[in-house]
C-alpha cells in the first residue's frame, strides 16, 4: 500500500527542490558521540599520519580542502577535540562509528555557544548522507513554496508548527486550488537504509506515535492528514517502520494508514552544496523481508512491485 490522496499519483516525480548547506563545511574526522545531541570530531587537517579520504562522488560536487575550510589551529588547541552539535536525537550508530569523515559547520568567535559547531554530513559507503533532522523541515517548506510534490501542490497557503491536541504538528496546509480539506502534515528524517529499505525510526519514539494517532483522529474529523519521510541519502528504493527498533511506532502507523493518514517518502541526493529531492519512493505498512524485491533493485521497480502486489 503506497497511501495517498485520491487522483494524485504518490509515485509522480517530484518538481526538483533543493537547500543549500551553509558555508564553509570543514571536513572532520568523528571520534565518537557524547551524548544524544554532540559528537567529539577533530578537523581532518589536524589528524595526524592520516591521508585526506576521497570525497564520496555524490553529485560530483566536493569538500572543500581541509586545509582551506580549516583557518588552522595552533598551540594547545591542536589535537583537543572539538565538541560539535548533532542535530539529530536517532542512534545512527553506523553513521557515527569512530574515524568516520564528516563535514561540519563550525562557529568560530562566539562566546556563548556550548559547541564549535555542528556535524552536518557523514561519509558512508561512497555517498554523503545527512545527520541533520532539521532539514526535512526546510524541504518540505521549500517543496510548499515551489508547489513541487504533487500530492501537496494545490494548497496555497500553510502554517508551520501548529499546536494540535498536547503536543504540535510540522504543518497545516490550506486554501487548496481546487478545493480539498486543510492538510495537516508531519515530517519525517531517515538515514537508515539496509538492503535498500528505508527503516524508521532507528529508536523508540513516543513522540512520533503520538502524532500518528492525533492525525488518526483529525481524519476521523474531517480532516486531511499525511505523514511525508524524507530519505537523507540516495540509496533507498523503499521505507518501511522498523518493527524491530520500535513495534509501538509500526503497530501507530499501521493503525493511521487504516484510518485513512497518507504516507510519503522522497529519497534525496546529498552533496557537500546542498540536498536534492530526488523521488518518492513506496511507504510500506508491514515489515520488510530483505530480499523481496532485490536490494538492488531501482526505486521505479521496486514501485511498480508495490503497485503490481496492491492489485493483487
Known sequence: MTGGQPGVS?????????????????????????????VAALPEAEVPDRAPAPVPPAGGTGAPAASEAVGGRDGADRDRPLRLHLPNSGRMAELLAPGTRGLARLAAGDPHR???????????RGRWVSVDARMPNRLFLAALRARALPPFAAYRRWQAEVPWGRGRLDFRLEDAD?????CLVETKSCNLVEGGTALF?????????????????AVRQGWRAA???FVQR????RLAPHSTADPAFAAALARARAAGVEAYAYRCRVTPAAIAVLDAIPVL????????PSPSASPGAAMRSERRSSLR
Open 178 to 182: 481546487p478545493p480539498a480539506p486543510p
Open 227 to 229: 505523514v511525508v519521510w
Open 285 to 292: 505498512t508491514a515489515p520488510v523481508v530483505q530480499g523481496d
Open 201 to 217: 525510526p532507528d529508536a523508540p519514539t513516543a513522540r512520533g506515535s503520538r502524532h500518528l494517532d492525533a492525525m488518526a483522529a
Open 234 to 237: 540516495d540509496d533507498a528504493v
Open 114 to 124: 556550548r559547541t564549535a559547531g555542528e556535524l552536518l554530513l557523514v561519509a558512508y
Open 10 to 38: 504518490a509515485s509522480s516525480p517530484p518538481a526538483p527542490v533543493t537547500v543549500a548547506w551553509p558555508q564553509p563545511l570543514v571536513p572532520v574526522i568523528v571520534l565518537g558521540r557524547l551524548n544524544r545531541f554532540a
